[in-house]
């Protein structure tokens, strides 16, 4: 490995300026390269290579992104200053002074959100006769409309609340719509408190599509608060409504269970039921709002200004995502395509005859999932297959999935599902997921206490020619067909009989008890897969200049694995990152990080590929992984790391990787202060959208 004094001299350094590998400064705070991941979503908004409902969506996914950063790491944060229990990162910030910084970049995202669409995206909309219809605007037809749909579909469920002293402020459920209510006069029991809540029915879309036949053609929406606002005196019969205001609090919506636990599934039903009404993090409300309301409503939850986020329009943007299912424009969305199916796969009825051929790589989404399902569907019906086992972190109870292995089961198969039930906010339905297994009569376990099962594992066990075969399947996503539309992930299916046997002591070591099992060509978390992780990355810091290392993960936050870069970097080698959110790691640093290079790709599929690429001299290895360099991940989790052997998916996985590098108007470049520049083509250069070039090199097959 390259010394102190040549890589100081490299960095033309001398050896007491080389930067300490250690120090606070050449880390980036987690929370603070989170939210600006976030905000390069938002960036998106205004990006008019996207079609106008796509860039409204954009902007619905900042909203519901910030949501969760709210309901986790704020709350996060918050809660180690209750308890006592702060903790201070590699970057030096103390949780009080990162609340002050989240909350100053925070503010200032969001109100550019509501600039944003306000003064970009509605009047966009606008020229396209798609019309947010505001109460000052309605017709005499269209307010008569407003006032039966009100009175039909909205008085008999709304449920207003007067405030006094028999009636406490009510607990309001985390992120729903609500209005506070200023009051004058007595009710029917002569009571006069001046103020009410209104909770919104969730039950209730937040927009409503107007008839065609009283407005002047386009599609013309109205907002529930729109809707609510204009007859609030119709909930207080007799009162005068002085003043009606939207407002929203996010609450704490992480689960804290306890390492001993008896019943992992009775214990989570009853933290969910806690999830809805958790401290309070956050207060949106609108930007009309009277200060004295605004203290109330502070005091009431224990909030201060810094939590308080002044909005000009709805609370809660993330329902506009609606407008794609209101108006019929395909015009202003991303059409559709068709995922390519290999030939490999297309010439075979049996899908287990043609993985003997050769192993099957899929790139999702541009190439189908379809196979996947296929892969589990067969299994179940094939009589020469004994035994199914599969991990399961997100898929949905009625995914085809599931019916797969139900029918499995059904059939007299073992089929065995390691079911994740703390897939954050996807607890509840994988409850319901693990009781319709169990119905079925497949083994449901429920993994490790302690340690969540995020690795993406299918084995099947086949009989043929007197002697049993594993076939295997693993993937850097979930098992979830929705998201296999939407995320970019790769799955790997091959009987490799190494892989199969790795994969079939994982399900062991998930289902059963006794030491770690040797495992001979997967890496696994939480065992050795941050070893060899760093081990991978400091053999081609042996290498020098010769050295290339290229690495597609979603976020970059483990201290070890970054001195192992930042190592890798001061011995010459070539390290290229493409990170989609998160990354704590400094590029750039004159004797630290010069030969590094961060890009993060943000486009119209969610980037969740996590490839490792080691040059090794020309005798490049590649891996995929279920596993981001994340402390949670690599030391946390049972996570999963594949080898791709086979050359020329190998070669087709370094391709996928070189079109990233070589994107340049999707990609965002970190820069050494921490803020990103996205990429734009030189002068007289072509375009090169990596999202777009791979869905036309694979759908086009």
Request: net charge negative; proline share 5%.
């Amino acid at each position: 490995m390259t010394t102190e004094t040549e890589a100081a001299t490299e960095a033309q350094l001398p050896i007491e300026q080389l930067p300490d590998i250690n120090a606070s400064e050449n880390y980036f705070n987690r929370e603070l390269s989170h939210l600006q991941f976030n905000y390069r979503v938002l960036q998106q908004a205004m990006d008019e290579t996207h079609p106008l409902i796509n860039r409204l969506i954009f902007c619905c996914i900042f909203s519901s992104n910030m949501d969760e950063f709210f309901e986790i790491r704020v709350a996060g944060l918050r809660q180690q200053m209750k308890y006592g229990r702060e903790s201070v990162g590699p970057d030096g910030l103390l949780p009080e002074q990162l609340l002050n910084e989240i909350s100053r970049v925070a503010h200032d995202y969001i109100y550019e959100q509501y600039d944003i669409l306000n003064n970009v995206l509605i009047p966009a909309m606008e020229t396209e006769n798609i019309h947010f219809v505001r109460r000052r605007d309605w017709t005499e037809a269209q307010a008569d409309w407003v006032r039966r749909y009100f009175e039909d579909e909205i008085l008999p469920v709304v449920n207003p609340i007067g405030l006094d002293p028999s009636h406490p402020f009510p607990r309001l459920v985390n992120k729903s719509l609500n209005f506070i209510v200023e009051l004058d006069g007595k009710d029917a029991f002569g009571r006069e408190t001046g103020m009410a809540i209104v909770p919104a029915p969730r039950s209730l879309p937040r927009l409503v599509r107007l008839p065609d036949d009283i407005c002047n053609g386009g599609d013309n929406l109205v907002f529930l608060s729109s809707m609510i606002h204009a007859h609030a005196d119709e909930l207080f019969p007799g009162m005068e409504v002085k003043g009606c205001y939207q407002f929203r609090l996010t609450r704490n919506a992480d689960l804290e269970l306890e390492d001993d636990l008896e019943d992992l599934a009775s214990a989570l039903r009853g933290e969910l039921l806690s999830r809805r009404f958790g401290d309070g993090v956050r207060l949106e409300v609108a930007d009309n709002c009277p200060p004295d309301l605004i203290d109330f409503l502070l005091k009431e939850f224990g909030l201060t200004e810094r939590e308080l986020y002044r909005v000009h329009g709805p609370v809660n943007l993330t329902r506009l995502m609606a407008v794609g299912a209101l108006v019929n424009r395909p015009d202003l969305m991303y059409s559709g395509f068709s995922p390519a199916v290999p030939k490999q796969i297309r010439n075979k009825e049996i899908i287990f005859d043609a993985i003997r051929q050769q192993p099957i790589l899929l790139l999702h989404p541009y190439e189908s999932f379809t196979p996947v399902i296929d892969f589990l569907r067969q299994a179940a019906k094939d009589p020469q297959v004994l035994a199914i086992r599969q991990t399961l972190y997100r898929t949905g109870a009625d995914s085809e999935i599931v019916e797969a292995l139900m029918d499995a089961a059904r059939r007299g198969k073992e089929v065995t599902a390691v079911i994740e039930l703390r897939a954050r906010f996807d607890e509840a339905e994988n409850l319901e997921l693990a009781s319709r297994l169990q119905e079925a009569g497949v083994v449901v376990v429920y993994g490790v206490v302690g340690y969540k099962t995020h690795a993406k594992m299918i084995l099947i066990v086949r009989r043929e020619e007197g002697r049993l075969k594993r076939y295997v399947h693993l993937g850097t996503g979930n098992y979830h067909a929705g998201n296999a539309r939407l995320y970019t992930d790769y799955s790997l299916l091959s009987c490799d009989d190494a892989l199969g046997d790795d994969v079939n002591k994982l399900f062991q070591q998930l289902t059963g008890m006794g030491k770690a099992l040797k495992i001979k060509k997967l890496f696994h978390a939480p065992f050795t897969l941050h070893k060899r992780l760093i081990e991978l990355i400091d053999r081609e810091a042996l290498l020098g200049e010769q050295g290339h290392i290229i690495m597609k993960i979603n976020a970059l936050t483990e201290p070890d694995v970054i001195k192992a870069l930042y190592r890798a970097s001061r011995a010459g080698v070539r390290v290229e990152l493409i990170i989609r959110g998160i990354c704590c790691l400094r590029p750039g640093v004159p004797g630290l990080s010069e030969n590094i290079q961060v890009r993060s790709i943000v486009g119209r599929f969610l980037e969740h590929t996590r490839v490792y690429y080691f040059g090794h001299g020309g005798k490049f290895e590649v891996y995929c992984s279920s596993a981001d360099a994340m402390v949670r991940n690599l030391l946390n989790r049972v996570e999963v790391a594949f080898p791709v052997e086979d050359r020329e998916l190998a070669e087709r996985l370094r391709s996928d990787l070189e079109t990233y590098l070589a994107d340049n108007c999707q990609s965002w470049v970190l820069q050494p202060d921490g803020s990103y520049i996205q990429n734009s083509p030189a002068e007289g250069e072509d375009r090169l959208a990596s999202q777009l070039l791979l869905l036309d090199r694979l759908t086009s097959k």
